[in-house]
């Protein structure tokens, strides 16, 4: 199982930095999402200074409020792609490979794809015309951008938008905790189908724990979901996606979380029943 990283803060660095570092954990950056950020240089300049030593896989979040990459303006979706680019040329700074961006499809959109019959072909070549200037700065760049299930109630609508986008450099992230969510209140699939299906194509993962009412962003083992099934699922996948603990509190816990997932990660041991026959 790959080493399992953090998402970070500049705040966060002074209690993780010697744990990302000591080997070269991934960190994914997330003080970039917010809205009115003005002028990001000193910020990026702070960061490069702290990231100073690091060799490990790394990432940043999107900017994501009020970002609907699926919104039927024209002219919205150019103020939207213009902020996308905005985050690449972000990372590029960063010397990151990897930048999370939002899925736009919610329950309500599932419900009504029947009742608007444009809808769902009107959504992806919406979100299409708006990635496709953030793909090629993106794989200019060498930056992948992972597509994250936030209100998502079917994985075939990000699947399928990524398919049909087809671009090397757009892949698909999972969010634990909002599957979970998805799969209490709207009958969406466990978190475990949901990091099935999305198959080869997962690059990222955000490894998050919910008690089933709220995103709740607790350590794994706080909430609900089974984490050794989800761990074993993610084992299995025939790909190898990035792991981020996502996290709103308890910072100071993150490597004692981070070990005992591993820890689900290393052979599994038969029981006595099983000693005849191999572990699954």
């Not at 570092?21 to 950056?29: A, G, N, V, W």
């Not at 959504?123 to 994250?148: D, K, Q």
């Not at 079917?154 to 998805?182: Q, W």
């Amino acid at each position: 199982m790959a080493p399992i990283g953090a998402a970070v803060l500049l705040p966060h660095m002074e209690i993780l930095r010697d744990w990302l570092f000591d080997t070269q954990r991934p960190i994914e950056i997330q003080d970039f999402v917010v809205p009115n950020l003005g002028d990001p240089a000193d910020l990026i300049t702070r960061w490069r200074a702290m990231l100073d030593g690091h060799t490990g896989p790394r990432g940043i979040h999107g900017p994501f409020f009020g970002i609907d990459l699926s919104n039927p303006d024209r002219e919205i979706r150019a103020v939207l792609t213009r902020r996308l680019v905005q985050g690449v040329e972000i990372a590029v700074r960063l010397e990151a490979d990897l930048m999370v961006i939002h899925s736009p499809f919610t329950f309500w959109h599932r419900l009504n794809y029947v009742n608007y019959g444009q809808l769902r072909a009107g959504m992806m070549e919406a979100c299409a015309e708006c990635l496709a200037p953030v793909l090629e700065r993106a794989s200019a760049a060498g930056v992948t951008l992972a597509l994250e299930n936030i209100d998502d109630t079917d994985p075939a609508d990000r699947a399928d938008l990524v398919a049909m986008i087809n671009h090397p450099r757009l892949g698909l992230s999972v969010d634990t905790g909002h599957a979970d969510l998805a799969h209490g209140n709207y009958g969406a699939p466990p978190v475990v189908d949901v990091l099935t299906l999305a198959g080869a194509r997962l690059v990222h993962v955000h490894l998050q724990d919910v008690d089933g009412h709220a995103d709740r962003h607790w350590h794994p083992g706080d909430g609900r979901i089974p984490w050794q099934p989800v761990i074993d699922t993610l084992a299995a996948l025939p790909a190898t996606p990035r792991l981020l603990l996502e996290v709103r509190n308890n910072l100071h816990r993150l490597p004692e979380t981070a070990a005992w997932l591993e820890g689900l990660g290393g052979e599994r041991k038969c029981g006595a029943k099983m000693a005849h026959s191999s572990c699954l």
